[in-house]
């Protein structure tokens, strides 16, 4: 803190939705033997997606560092908010088993209340449908 000016936070989401958005390839420095890889995106790209460094031609370690950094942190925060919705909807899931569970036990002690009700209703029609046919 004591080398550093204009300190200011930073919004690692949308740091982590340009990190989503960057393109990135397999290559080789041109002077390099061509069995020899490196992986990520071009100094150009990057300093497209984040305006960070001296120029658009190279990718400061520090700046790439602090990127990866900042979408680690996004990452865990959407993790933590994920966690969360999860842990909320198996207490729901829980509840609502428990509830399940109960009606389930009260079916077949009130299965044969219903199906008497049921009876006395059809007798009740047949009755009545036997005076009315009584009346005429």
């Given at each position: 803190r004591n080398l550093k000016d204009d300190i200011s936070p930073?919004?690692?989401t949308k740091i982590l939705k340009a990190i989503v958005s960057l393109?990135?390839?397999s290559w080789r420095y041109q002077n390099q033997d061509p069995s020899i890889r490196h992986i990520g995106p071009m100094a150009q790209d990057f300093y497209a997606a984040f305006?960070?460094?001296e120029n658009e031609k190279h990718i400061s370690t520090v700046d790439a560092d602090g990127v990866a950094l900042a979408g680690i942190q996004a990452l865990h925060q959407l993790n933590q908010n994920q966690e969360a919705v999860i842990t909320t909807q198996q207490s729901q899931i829980a509840a609502l088993e428990n509830r399940l569970a109960s009606l389930e036990t009260l079916r077949p002690k009130?299965?044969?209340l219903l199906i008497f009700c049921m009876i006395l209703i059809v007798l009740n029609?047949?009755?009545i449908a036997r005076f009315r046919g009584a009346e005429r």
């Amino acid at each position: 803190r004591n080398l550093k000016d204009d300190i200011s936070p930073i919004d690692s989401t949308k740091i982590l939705k340009a990190i989503v958005s960057l393109p990135l390839s397999s290559w080789r420095y041109q002077n390099q033997d061509p069995s020899i890889r490196h992986i990520g995106p071009m100094a150009q790209d990057f300093y497209a997606a984040f305006s960070l460094g001296e120029n658009e031609k190279h990718i400061s370690t520090v700046d790439a560092d602090g990127v990866a950094l900042a979408g680690i942190q996004a990452l865990h925060q959407l993790n933590q908010n994920q966690e969360a919705v999860i842990t909320t909807q198996q207490s729901q899931i829980a509840a609502l088993e428990n509830r399940l569970a109960s009606l389930e036990t009260l079916r077949p002690k009130y299965l044969g209340l219903l199906i008497f009700c049921m009876i006395l209703i059809v007798l009740n029609m047949l009755v009545i449908a036997r005076f009315r046919g009584a009346e005429r």
